[in-house]
């Protein structure tokens, strides 16, 4: 992050928490790197979707989903205000929803997955 980077604001539930993002980071770096325990397995490889979030308002806010993050919700059927949080940047202010919060989360995703795009691996590259 650099000093001329500007700064946004993300209100996380179910956190009840507000973080600081810079327009050249992803949700997802922002959400670790403030001790956020969200969920990863492929480690932002976009091949698990285990980080996604619910936009609750801001929509216009976030970068467009880039070819290969819809084919995976298209694959996935996900609605367009679910993304993934390690693919995609902000350029304002934004509230958003964790969907997987825990192991359980993490067991029927992965499932959901295996019988959409194939069978993942778990990675922790990110943290
Ligand atoms: S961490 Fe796997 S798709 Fe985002």
Redesign the pocket.
């Known amino acids: 992050m650099n000093n001329n980077t500007n700064l946004f604001k993300i209100n996380l539930s179910p956190d009840d928490t507000e973080i600081n993002i810079s327009e050249d980071e992803t949700i ?1 770096t922002a959400s670790l790197r403030n001790d956020i325990q969200h969920l ?12 996604r979030v619910e936009v609750l308002s801001g929509e216009d806010n976030l970068c467009p989903k880039s070819e290969s993050e819809q084919a ?1 919700s298209d694959k996935l059927e996900l609605p367009s205000n679910i993304r ?4 995609t940047k902000v350029k304002g202010n934004v509230k958003l929803k964790r969907l997987l919060l825990d192991q359980k989360d993490l067991v029927l995703a992965n499932q959901m997955t295996k019988n959409s795009v194939g069978s993942i691996g778990s990675t922790n590259l990110l943290h």
């Open positions: 997802l990863h397995a492929c480690g932002g490889l976009e091949m698990c979707s285990t980080c995976l993934l949080a390690c693919q």
